[in-house]
Nanobody, 127 residues
Framework: VQLVESGGGSVQAGGSLRLSCAAS????????MGWFRKASGKEREGVAM????????YYVDSVKGRFTISQDDAKNTVYLQMNNLLPEDTAMYYC??????????????????????WGQGTQVTVS
């Protein structure tokens, strides 16, 4: 499985960005698609995830109401629409995929060790 992110950049606070993650390879391995981020000096944290049904979706509390995850099955691509960006959203954003990770309980689904496949990351800077 290969994951390629795009769409990062620099924006002012209150602005918007849309990240994209194009997946290729074994489809069942991308049943769960997610976005994680790592800010300087902090641990990598989960931001949002979606199951292949398009209905099972989770967000970390800090982005609820501002970020929206969606998927285009035909393009095997997952998106993260980020609105009302805050300086604390500044981070490297990583796309992740796994067969089962997003179906686990809340204590496990956000654990990055549960996700098998990772992209190289795309930088988001909010000033």
């Amino acid at each position: 499985v290969q994951l390629v992110e795009s769409g990062g950049g620099s924006v002012q606070a209150g602005g918007s960005l849309r990240l994209s993650c194009a997946a290729s390879g074994d489809s069942p391995s991308t049943n769960c698609m997610g976005w994680f981020r790592k800010a300087s000096g902090k641990e990598r944290e989960g931001v949002a995830m979606v199951y292949t049904d398009g209905v099972t979706i989770y967000y970390v509390d800090s982005v609820k109401g501002r970020f929206t995850i969606s998927q285009d099955d035909a393009k095997n691509t997952v998106y993260l629409q980020m609105n009302n960006l805050l300086p604390e959203d500044t981070a490297m954003y990583y796309c992740a995929a796994d067969r089962f990770a997003c179906l686990q309980g809340p204590g496990s689904r956000w654990d990055r060790s549960q996700w098998n496949y990772w992209g190289q990351g795309t930088q988001v800077t909010v000033s």
